[in-house]
């Protein structure tokens, strides 16, 4: 029997029940909600946008590892988001969709490739994409395209206001542990170590030199200015896992 949705779907279940489908060999059927799913989740909540580019894409292709219709469709979706996106590169949205379907299928070069496109004809469409890119031009080594979109103060900002909320979000989850928060303290190195990298590769020795005097009023330790000190001689720390 064919899927269809219901008139008020549940989100949640109709990703949960595309997964027991795969295990259970109801794979056209599972296919037809992964389908759904991707064209349609956000248009009924779109709070979904980080699972629909994540988790939905990853059961998608545990699928497509066994069945290959899945993975012809799924191509097919980054195809036609490329050709969406290249219609109409201020779209962020669809670059979004775009990287996150290259990633699954190992391709980040062509969301380098398509970046690179954009910043060389527009730059203004490419400052508000760059973010999504920056992993993916890193991975390539592409440097030198990071270099005019690495506004530091904006960034270091950021970085230094996601710290105190996650830290105090740390803190008052582990009241009563010894171990200090760590979570915070990983992602704000990450990204500050990664600016400061990206700025030493485009010799702007003083601003990633300023940059790191900056940080250290945030964080201060041993561990922290040796990461910050190999930033400074071009080197990236690698991504974050999980």
């Known amino acids: 029997m064919t899927w269809t949705p219901p008139d008020n779907p549940n989100l949640w279940e109709i990703l949960k029940s595309a997964a027991s489908?795969?295990?259970?060999?109801?794979?056209?059927?599972?296919?037809?909600?992964?389908?759904?799913?991707?064209?349609n989740a956000l248009r009924h909540n779109s709070a979904f946008v980080g699972v629909r580019l994540s988790y939905a894409l990853n059961y998608w292709m545990e699928l497509a590892s066994v069945y290959a219709p899945a993975r012809v469709a799924f191509i097919r979706t980054r195809d036609e988001t490329e050709a969406?996106?290249?219609?109409?590169?201020?779209?962020?949205?669809?670059?979004?969709?775009?990287?996150?379907?290259?990633?699954?299928?190992?391709?980040?070069?062509?969301?380098t490739d398509l970046f690179v496109d954009v910043a060389r004809d527009d730059h203004a469409a490419a400052k508000r994409l760059y973010l999504v890119a920056e992993s993916h031009l890193i991975a390539a080594g592409r440097y030198e395209v990071c270099g005019p979109f690495l506004d530091a103060p904006f960034r270091m900002?950021?970085?230094?206001?996601?710290?105190?909320?996650?830290?105090?979000?740390?803190?008052?989850?582990q009241a009563d542990e010894r171990?200090?928060?760590?979570?915070?303290?990983t992602f704000y190195a990450h990204k500050v170590a990664t600016l400061i990298g990206?700025?030493?590769?485009?010799?702007?020795?003083?601003?990633?030199?300023?940059?790191?005097?900056?940080?250290?009023?945030?964080?201060?330790?041993?561990?922290?200015?040796?990461?910050?000190?190999?930033?400074m001689t071009g080197h990236l720390p690698g991504p974050l896992s999980g």
Do not use: C
């Open 179 to 185: 171990s200090p928060p760590r979570l915070a303290r």
């Open 198 to 231: 990206l700025l030493a590769l485009n010799h702007r020795t003083e601003e990633a030199d300023g940059i790191r005097a900056q940080a250290l009023t945030v964080v201060d330790d041993e561990e922290f200015r040796e990461l910050l000190g190999a930033a």
């Open 84 to 111: 969406a996106f290249r219609n109409d590169p201020s779209r962020f949205d669809l670059f979004h969709d775009l990287a996150a379907l290259n990633e699954q299928l190992g391709d980040g070069a062509r969301t």
């Open 157 to 173: 900002q950021v970085a230094a206001d996601s710290y105190e909320v996650m830290k105090n979000l740390e803190e008052s989850r």
């Open 21 to 39: 489908d795969t295990r259970d060999g109801y794979h056209d059927q599972a296919l037809t909600k992964f389908l759904w799913f991707h064209h």
